[in-house]
């Protein structure tokens, strides 16, 4: 289980997050949906140990920069950093050696097979497209196949093929107990297996329910994401001067 405690993020005075607490039972899919800026990344950078912050993380107890804690985390960032000399097979290698993972050959085989990388092997970093490079990105993040996994805006700059196979990936990884944290600020993309979506705006999380909340009430997450997001716009202008 994964618990983030009143954490708090500052860069100078903006606050990027504001208070943060959430839960993420084992074996579950949360999605952290909210706006450009609502402070997702942050969040996720908080959890996996990158930056600093008041509040508390832990990871099936244990303090969140852990070696314990490291063990089990993975973390897919948004924007992929690759090495410009090293080549896709020698990038996914550096994981494999870097993690320590015996037998992965095959596993590195699988990947790049269903994100179709397995023809630009030899390809270096710098050689790779934008879409080639978020490929890549996933794949490295992929390869560990860690117990919690956090994926940062995942879906973005992939082609169609690549968003259904990383789709298909991620049921099959929720359907192995994996806990996983996906973050995106596209309501339509949200269209997989999710227990739970907490709703992030502004640094703050202004909503955290489960799947049969939301169904219960027959809503749709769009629905309730407006209702979450655009209620509290409405609540800023009416306390503001120009009030009609
Ligand atoms: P999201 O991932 O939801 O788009 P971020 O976590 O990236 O949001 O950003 C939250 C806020 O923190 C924004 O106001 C952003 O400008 C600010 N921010 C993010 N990273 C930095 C940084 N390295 N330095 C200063 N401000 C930052």
Redesign the pocket.
Known sequence: MLEVKNVT?R??K????DDVSFTLDDGSLTV?L????????????SIIGFLKYSGEITVNGLNNKSVEARKVLGYIP?MPSLYPTLTVIEHMEFIARAYKLTDYKDRINMLLERFELDDKRKKFGDELSKGMQQKLNLCLGLLPDPDMLLL??PLLGLDPHAIKELKNYIEEMRRSGKTLLI?T?IIDSVDMLWDRTLI?QN?KIRANVTRDEVDGRGRTLEDLFFEVTEGVDKQAVSGGENEA
């Open positions: 993020k860069y100078g903006n606050v990027a997050c952290l909210g706006p450009n800026g609502a402070g997702k990344s942050t969040i996720i950078k948004e940062d805006e973050s600020h992030m640094g």
